[in-house]
C-alpha cells in the first residue's frame, strides 16, 4: 500500500524557518514528479512547490517564491520543502503529492497519491 507521511509542522513565530519532510513508501517515485500543496481554514486548496523527477527542474507559486524551496532525495523516495521568511498567512494544512504522470505541475488533480497533512501555524 502507498503512503505519504509528511513531518517537520508545527507552531513558529512569523519570519522563522521550518523544514518539511514527506517520506513515500510501497512504490518507487523517483521518476514522477512530487509537490506541496496547503488548505487555509475557510479557502481552497492550492499549489505551494513542485519538483520534476529528471534535472530536479522546480516550480513555485507566486506567494511563496523567493522564500520556499523545494527539493528531494531520490534514494530516500523522500521530498522535502524548506520554508523561510515565513507569514501569518501561510498558516494552513500542508499536504505532500506524488503523481505517476511524467508532466504533472501545479494541479492538484494530476497526483495520485497524497498524505494525510500537517499543520503550520505562524504567529504574528
Known amino acids: 500500500q502507498v503512503q505519504l507521511v509528511e513531518s517537520g509542522g508545527g507552531l513558529v513565530q512569523a519570519g522563522g524557518s521550518l523544514r518539511l519532510s514527506c517520506a513515500a513508501s510501497?512504490?518507487?517515485?523517483?521518476?514522477?514528479?512530487m509537490g506541496w500543496f496547503r488548505q487555509a481554514p475557510r479557502k481552497e486548496r492550492e499549489f505551494v512547490a513542485a519538483?520534476?523527477?529528471?534535472?530536479?527542474?522546480?516550480y513555485y507559486a507566486d506567494s511563496v517564491k523567493d522564500r520556499f524551496s523545494i527539493s528531494r532525495d531520490n534514494a530516500k523516495n523522500t521530498v522535502y520543502l524548506q520554508m523561510n521568511s515565513l507569514k501569518p498567512e501561510d498558516t494552513a494544512a500542508y499536504y505532500c503529492a506524488a503523481s505517476t504522470r511524467y508532466y504533472s505541475t501545479t494541479d492538484g488533480r494530476e497526483y495520485d497519491y497524497w498524505g494525510q497533512g500537517i499543520q503550520v501555524t505562524v504567529s504574528s
Open positions: 510501497g512504490r518507487t517515485f523517483s521518476a514522477y514528479p
Open positions: 519538483i520534476k523527477a529528471r534535472y530536479f527542474d522546480t
